[in-house]
């Protein structure tokens, strides 16, 4: 059955990017619904920053985000969007009170996902956006206008349709990749989606005793087609690795599975250099593991030395193959991972629609006029720390502007 009502824009996907292109939509005077699979959507807001919402970056570098796309593109519609106008936008249209967290630095949303959730779709509702739950559309059909089907058969019409699904990743709040299987067959060019921003799983159980452990560290996963890098958090865990070095650097691992391609993964425990190490392992009356846990928690120094049965004596004592060995050790260690642990647990879906194929301006699709595509869905991933809600409220915006006014013009 069909609702008669014809909508000038139909939002599909109620996250941080859908709500954005619902709320600038009907700023533009647009008849503009918001559809949603679940009843509980935009469940990552809530999720996110372990529920305290790490909502925007503190910059913005568009070098650090991941794309296989145009990096000149990415580049261009990041920058569309100045960082303090969307500040001033959650601030004074939104109303959320940010505060920066006086360790991490990191900008954060007063009461968390609930209030930024609960804000965003205020102000949709406010702007006149009517919110459909428990509407999973599995079908996108005809193109003027668009039908909406959902698996019960019932379909909603509308002149423009924004795609706002997100990835594959935590497909349990309702981002399951069914949205890029739409426009895959509709034409669309999709760059294979892999999970990032995940933990990687450990090959060996010795590391399992140091789980809980913390430190900062630089994290530099390779494989034979590419490199990433970054000092930050290490945590060791039951399974594995995790902190946001890992986080920022396990999409290699996981794309070199997809390319079946060989994926390392090396440790430098510390930001001593190797001409550091070799002077404090060299000089002085200390002991090695005196050396050592100086720079790193006592734990990992001994299961480092461990690994290469060295324990006792002072550094003066050591032959230079061996001090050579323990350096390697510390600054180029090889962590023993087997992969990384997969949608379930990624923050997002690296890969997705590749950005030739809409408009930059406006985020049409260049091969279906009116239907538009904003967030996870598309070929762009950043770093953990705001970057990723950065993107899906500029994306959101560009897509809804776009069609609202489109639509009444
Ligand atoms: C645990 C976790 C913590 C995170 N923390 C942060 C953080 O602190 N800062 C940050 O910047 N980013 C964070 N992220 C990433 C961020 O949440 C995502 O990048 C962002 O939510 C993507 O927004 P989106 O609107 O494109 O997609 P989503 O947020 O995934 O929303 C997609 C919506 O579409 C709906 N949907 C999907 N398919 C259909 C369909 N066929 N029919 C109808 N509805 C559909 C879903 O139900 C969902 O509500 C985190 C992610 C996770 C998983």
């Not at 426009?183 to 892999?194: A, D, F, M, T």
């Not at 009356?285 to 030395?305: C, F, S």
């Not at 950043?382 to 809600?389: L, R, S, V």
Request: glycine share 10%.
């Amino acid at each position: 059955m069909s609702e008669s009502v014809l909508y000038d824009v139909a939002v599909v996907g109620g996250g941080p990017a859908g709500l954005t292109a619902a709320i600038f939509a009907a700023k533009q005077g647009a008849q503009t619904i918001l559809i949603d699979s679940k009843i509980d959507l935009g469940q990552k807001i809530l999720l996110s920053g372990g529920g305290r919402c790490n909502i925007l970056p503190t910059e913005v570098d568009p070098t650090t985000y991941v794309t296989d796309s145009s990096v000149h593109t990415l580049r261009n519609i990041l920058r569309s969007w100045p960082l303090d106008e969307v500040r001033a936008f959650l601030e004074s249209d939104v109303k959320l009170k940010l505060k920066t967290d006086p360790v991490s630095g990191k900008l954060h949303v007063t009461g968390g996902g609930k209030a930024a959730r609960h804000s965003l779709l205020e102000l949709a509702e406010h702007a006149g956006v009517k919110i459909k739950r428990r509407f999973q559309v599995v079908r996108l059909g005809g193109s003027d206008p668009f039908f909406l089907t959902c698996p019960e058969k019932r379909t909603i019409r509308a002149t423009r349709v924004i795609l706002a699904c997100g990835g594959l990743s935590y497909p349990q709040t309702g981002s399951d990749g069914l949205a890029l299987e739409i426009l895959r067959s509709r034409e669309h060019q999709i760059v294979p989606p892999y999970p990032a921003l995940t933990p990687l799983i450990g090959a060996r159980s010795t590391h399992r005793i140091l789980s809980g452990i913390t430190m900062t560290v630089t994290v530099t996963a390779r494989s034979e087609t590419e490199e990433a890098s970054c000092r930050g958090g290490f945590l060791f865990t039951h399974r594995g690795y995790s902190g946001p070095a890992i986080l920022n650097t396990s999409h290699v691992v996981a794309r070199a599975r997809q390319r079946r391609e060989q994926a390392q993964v090396f440790v430098s425990w510390t930001d001593r250099t190797q001409d550091e190490w070799r002077t404090l392992l060299t000089e002085g009356k200390k002991t090695i593991r005196g050396a050592l846990i100086h720079e790193m928690p006592d734990r990992v120094a001994d299961q480092l030395l461990q690994e290469i049965s060295l324990h006792e004596g002072r550094v003066a004592t050591l032959e230079k193959e061996r001090r050579d060995q323990l350096i390697r050790l510390l600054t180029n260690y090889p962590l023993p991972i087997t992969r990384n642990d997969g949608f379930d647990s990624a923050e997002v879906t690296g890969g997705g629609l590749h950005l030739r194929e809409i408009d930059q301006k406006t985020m049409q699709s260049k091969r279906l006029s009116n239907l538009y595509i904003c967030g996870e869905m598309l070929d762009a991933f950043g770093p953990i720390g705001g970057t990723n809600f950065l993107w899906a409220f500029v994306t959101g915006r560009r897509a809804g502007e776009a069609a609202g006014k489109a639509s009444v013009s």
